[in-house]
């Protein structure tokens, strides 16, 4: 059983599309409320911190909105990792799969959103006459970064999630608390400098500050900040795999 | 200590191995244990495992011996059939051997492709088609899209659905899901069969259908691993028995010797 890898393959694509079409099914606008959730919530943000932090950054719905896709992939992505052993309890429980095809489904399957909100950010920019650099390109590096994060994360959640069903709560507020140390819609100038070190700290920060430089700013990324987010993104990969591989088979026997 | 007993597990591994190999075993149980720790007292929130810890009242979990020393072995094309009473551990051996389970302790050795018939249609999506389904199922079983597109045509026409397989599974029947499900789940050429009890879904033309394919991928030489409650049904298929109580291995031999044996043990009982 699951000997190949295009066996895996084929389920992970199965997998990911059962997710898709069950997201979209019973709505009217189907695909489309990918494109209008951030597209709104884009809108009311702008509305209001734009009167508050307008004059201090140039072209603000780019600016947000760019941090924003990022961090909606890392939050939903890691969530879905989270909740991706309970979900398909029932089935895990009756035939054998390996578990973690479904934690690579849940991620696989907000990477796709994640794309799709690329139009966002591409149609925003167009409209609000943004410049387009082709520095862009090298925001592939960040984001192929935050995956490997966002994998390891996702594998250390799954397994905690099983044995103990309140780290889903207590993880909801660590990414709340994350969210507002990545300065999504405030400039970091406005901090504290003594607590900008901790925002230096968060990679998420640095994964949003790489794309902006490449996508926003036209210039490489900063060196130093993308090196702190590989050394974190590959130490929590291989923490994930490890925690992952020990307890994997125990985790039938939790759900 | 527990490493010791790993280094010790790996190398005995590989004698097994060894002596598998040469004397045709395709199944090889070791001294399989199966533990379940009881739900009511299992610690399942960060809260309260903080909490005992403080508290030092960690000591939790009563566990039930679900399989208790388990050891027997199949040899290439023997029909095994597994008597018990219900809550025997039949059904847990069962997951133990599909690798859905990871057993306490003891080793457990199979070689070959392995189709396990134990939940037909886990894993079927209710809003999918029949037709998506198939795929969706197919790659639970780890089947390929190649092979699976092959066999569309016979699945659909095995599973006598006819144009229903392009509506959604939660409109099917029981019946049919089953029906489609057991279409499926057949389609492998396995050399170990494990069944649970699914001779017999649908109706009366389908069970005839059913089982007349079971026995035909029965008779091309394939292991069989079966739980039935059945006399007349393992006495017909099976040519070796084992006989499981509360855990434990009570009798293994020639069928007819065990049923006998587990036939009396029942009557007595009454």
């Not at chain 1, 508050?52 to 990022?70: A, M």
């Not at chain 1, 909606?72 to 009756?94: E, H, I, P, Q, V």
């Not at chain 2, 610690?43 to 388990?70: C, G, P, Q």
């Not at chain 2, 389908?206 to 089982?211: I, T, V």
């Amino acid at each position: 059983m699951f000997d190949t890898i295009s066996e895996k393959k084929f389920l992970l694509r199965q997998l990911v599309k059962r997710d898709l079409t069950s997201k979209y099914k019973d709505s009217v606008l189907g695909i489309l409320w990918s494109f209008f959730n951030p597209l709104l919530i884009m809108l009311v943000f702008t509305a209001i911190f734009s009167m508050l932090f307008g004059k201090n950054i140039e072209n603000f719905p780019v600016y947000f909105l760019s941090g924003r896709i990022i961090y909606d992939f890392y939050n939903s992505a890691t969530k879905g990792a989270m909740r991706s052993m309970k979900r398909n309890a029932s089935l895990l429980k009756k035939i054998y799969v390996p578990k973690y095809m479904f934690t690579i489904s849940a991620v696989c399957y907000e990477f796709v959103n994640f794309l799709i909100s690329f139009i966002i950010l591409f149609g925003v920019m167009l409209i609000t006459g943004a410049q387009f650099h082709l520095t862009s390109i090298f925001a592939v590096i960040p984001i192929l970064l935050l995956v490997i994060l966002i994998f390891g994360a996702g594998l250390i959640l799954a397994v905690c999630n099983t044995y103990f069903s309140d780290v889903g709560y207590l993880y909801d507020v660590f990414a709340l608390i994350l969210m507002y140390a990545s300065a999504l819609f405030y400039p970091i100038e406005i901090v504290p400098a003594k607590v900008q070190m901790i925002f230096t700290l968060n990679p998420l920060y640095s994964a949003i500050t790489c794309f902006r430089e490449c996508v926003v700013y036209g210039v490489l990324p900063n060196m130093s900040t993308l090196l702190y987010l590989a050394a974190f993104a590959f130490t929590l990969f291989g923490v994930g795999v490890l925690l992952f591989s020990i307890y994997e088979k125990k985790l039938a026997l939790e759900l | 200590m527990k490493i010791l007993n790993k280094i010790k597990n790996y190398i005995t591994h590989d004698e097994v191995n060894v002596a598998a190999l040469e004397d045709n075993v395709v199944v090889n149980v070791e001294h399989v244990t199966m533990e379940f720790k009881i739900t009511k007292d299992k610690i399942d929130t960060l809260k309260e495992y903080v909490i005992r810890t403080i508290k030092r009242n960690k000591k939790e979990k009563e566990k039930v011996r679900v399989l208790d020393d388990i050891t027997f072995k199949v040899y290439k094309g023997d029909k095994l059939g597994i008597l018990g009473f219900n809550g025997a551990g039949k059904s847990t051996l069962l997951k133990v051997l599909a690798g859905i389970y990871e057993p306490t302790s003891g080793n457990i050795e199979i070689k070959g492709k392995v189709a396990p018939l134990l939940e037909l249609g886990a894993g079927f999506d209710k809003n999918y088609t029949g037709r998506n389904n198939i795929y969706l199922n197919g790659a639970f079983l780890s089947m390929e899209k190649d092979f699976l597109n092959e066999k569309f045509n016979e699945i659909v026409e095995f599973s006598e659905l006819g144009e229903y397989i392009e509506y959604p599974v939660k409109n099917y029947s029981s019946g049919m899901r089953a029906k489609l499900g057991f279409s499926i789940a057949t389609l492998v050429e396995p050399d170990i069969l494990i069944v649970d009890e699914i001779l017999s879904v649908g109706d009366i033309k389908f069970r005839k259908k059913s089982s007349e394919k079971i026995n035909e991928m029965m008779s091309e030489g394939v292991t069989v691993l079966l739980v039935s409650h059945s006399i007349g049904q393992i006495r017909r298929i099976c040519d070796k028995c084992i006989w499981i109580d509360n855990g434990k291995l009570v009798m293994q031999g020639d069928v007819d010797e065990v049923c006998d044996a587990y036939v009396a043990n029942a009557e007595g009982e009454k």
